[in-house]
């Protein structure tokens, strides 16, 4: 079916996201199946004055993606157009999810520098909202883009590159889906390669105290805090020679599924029920995990399965600032009523030249706290907020924050810049919402 005539199914089916924050019922939607039939979809929503915003997996848990116009579902644009050998880069459709492409990659013998946590975001939405894992020199996926192609306001298709509209694509890398609809997403890969994971719990003074050695003796370092415990653990992944030593498969399966899904989901579950035994269950979930060594493939390492709904809000600081934020962290914890059953998530990105990368221009540590799907979030949120704000923190995009306009173009000293070429692009603001008045201005 063209995208034409699905766009013409005035179907009024409710979309919501993974964490439940968000729902919209579009007054249609449009499943294309290539560029051009994306960009007729989009001429007809702006003859019919309907806005338009595309989804991919409802991963974000802000509204950057809700519209009550025209939504885009990504689902048929998916798959490798191309792998490009001599350059080391291969070219995938955006509605493409980042399992399905670290699989085919896999397959290819190639793989991305970097990843997130996680891999069920499609690969437009992740780099659209800024999505990046940890990495003292290997930076955000939005970092890997070497080239893009979108629909713009009129429908037609642009191509961005370093070399060519520059300007675009030093902004739509991480376009906040302000600017356009991508199309096609081209990443630099290299030879796949082998990561040793260090997995182990650590004191929450030493961490802080080491935090600077830990960053700069390992490729990639991140660790969690569990609120109501002076505990951590950590995670340091370095490339290795091999051989590969992936985690057994009983091992795993304990580690990975049982302790941090299972367990801590019907952990996370009695903590809403009585919101007292929390505490306890903090501790007894930060002794659960053991500390284990193991060595595969970049995705296997970076990524691991999150079963256990929940909302999130999570902040870039200068990375020098860390240490003192998560103190003042910790110390709001432990003063406040609040009870805490997630841990606190830190991790850190070099310096990126992408226009509204959280990472953009600076040094990067990021700070994500967490609330059980369901459990009043706001106070702790709020809280953590005034904190992390008050050390030049920027949001991610895709989650829970509170900024507007006039906070963020005093933290991101491109930010004019991004606004006056999403002015050029999309001056009738076809590609709007509330969510991005709010976070960009009219």
């Known amino acids: 079916m063209s995208a034409t005539l699905a766009d013409q199914r005035a179907g009024r089916s409710t979309w919501r996201n993974w964490a439940g924050t968000v729902a919209v019922t579009p007054r249609r939607e449009a499943r294309p ?52 050998r001599s350059a080391m880069t291969v070219t995938v459709e955006s509605g493409t999810p980042l399992r399905r492409l670290n699989e085919a990659l896999d397959r290819e013998g190639l793989s991305l520098t970097n990843m997130g946590d996680i891999m069920a975001q499609t690969v437009a939405g992740a780099i659209s909202t800024g999505t990046h894992g940890t990495g003292r020199d290997s930076a955000s996926i939005a970092a890997q883009v070497r080239a893009l192609e979108l629909v713009t306001a009129d429908g037609s298709v642009l191509s961005c590159s370093a070399q060519e509209n520059p300007e675009v694509f030093a902004a739509a890398r991480v376009g906040l889906g302000a600017l356009g609809v991508i199309t096609a997403v081209t990443f630099a890969v290299e030879p796949v390669f082998l990561l040793t994971a260090r997995e182990e719990p650590m004191p929450f003074e030493r961490v802080l105290e080491e935090f600077d050695a830990l960053h700069a003796e390992n490729e990639h370092f991140e660790f969690y805090w569990f609120p109501h415990t002076g505990r951590c653990n950590t995670k340091r992944n370095n490339r290795s020679a091999g051989p590969a ?15 941090s899904n299972g367990a801590f989901q019907l952990l996370c579950s009695l903590g809403r029920a009585v919101p007292a035994a929390v505490p306890a269950m903090a501790r007894l979930s930060s002794r659960a995990l053991s500390a284990r060594t193991y060595t595969d493939i970049p995705y296997k390492v970076f990524t691991s399965p999150r079963r256990v709904r929940f909302v999130e809000m999570e902040y870039a600081l200068p990375r020098e600032a860390v240490v003192a934020a998560l103190r003042e962290l910790r110390a709001m914890v432990e003063r406040s009523p609040l009870r805490i059953g997630f841990p606190v998530e830190v991790r850190t990105a070099p310096a990126d030249d992408i226009t509204l990368s959280t990472a953009s221009g600076r040094e990067s540590a990021y700070v994500a706290v967490h609330m059980y799907r369901g459990t009043p979030y706001r106070a702790y949120f709020t809280a953590a907020e005034r904190i992390l704000t008050a050390h030049g923190g920027r949001p991610h995009w895709g989650k829970i924050h509170t900024r507007d306009a006039a906070y963020l173009s005093e933290v991101y000293p491109r930010f004019a810049e991004f606004t006056a070429l999403r002015d050029r692009l999309d001056p009738g603001r076809l590609f709007h919402n509330p969510y991005l008045r709010r976070v960009l201005g009219d």
Do not use: M
């Open 33 to 84: 199946a290539s560029a051009a039939e994306l960009g007729e979809a989009v001429r007809r929503a702006a003859e019919d004055g309907l806005r338009v915003k595309t989804v991919g997996t409802g991963h974000s848990f802000t509204s950057i993606a809700a519209t009550d116009g025209l939504l885009i579902r990504p689902d048929l644009l998916t798959g490798i157009r191309r792998i490009d």
């Open 245 to 259: 030593a992936p985690p057994g498969a009983v091992g795993a399966w304990i580690e990975d599924e049982l302790l």
